[in-house]
């Protein structure tokens, strides 16, 4: 069950520098102005589901286990398109806002990328095509 699918609509001068360094900052279209430069832009879509430890990201073809959400998560990437995603694997997140997924090489995210999380189960893991799991 896919539980979140958006696309990257634009990103910030800054932002795939963040991305390499551990942090991907993904927002909607209406991203402040001040937070464009580090921001990952994608259409603005709907929860179908909460995020939840245990499901997957999957940044285009590359897929990252979900390992922590904090409490402000889902209703930030409601409400904003806002999300945090940590590359670092941690189980408990610093920050209310944080998504942590596992620690693995940091995806190449360009503007066409689809951003998915989807649950565990038929078609959410190692068994889709093309998948590169970390």
Not at 19 to 37: C, D, H, K, N, Y
Request: contains cysteine; neutral net charge; proline residues 8%.
């Amino acid at each position: 069950m896919t539980v979140f699918e958006s696309r990257v609509i634009d990103l910030g001068p800054e932002a795939s520098e963040l991305i390499q360094a551990g942090f991907m900052i993904l927002f909607g279209p209406s991203v402040p102005p001040e937070l464009r430069q580090v921001a990952v832009i994608h259409e603005l879509q709907q929860l179908t589901a909460p995020i939840e430890p245990g499901q997957y990201l999957w940044v285009g073809q590359q897929r990252y286990t979900i390992t922590a959400v904090g409490s402000l998560a889902n209703k930030n990437l409601q409400a904003l398109g806002h999300l945090v995603i940590k590359f670092n694997g941690r189980t408990q997140p610093e920050l209310p806002g944080d998504v942590c997924v596992e620690m693995c090489p940091t995806p190449t995210v360009t503007p066409g990328t689809w951003i998915r999380i989807k649950a565990r189960g038929l078609g959410a893991g190692d068994a889709s095509k093309g998948a590169l799991a970390c």
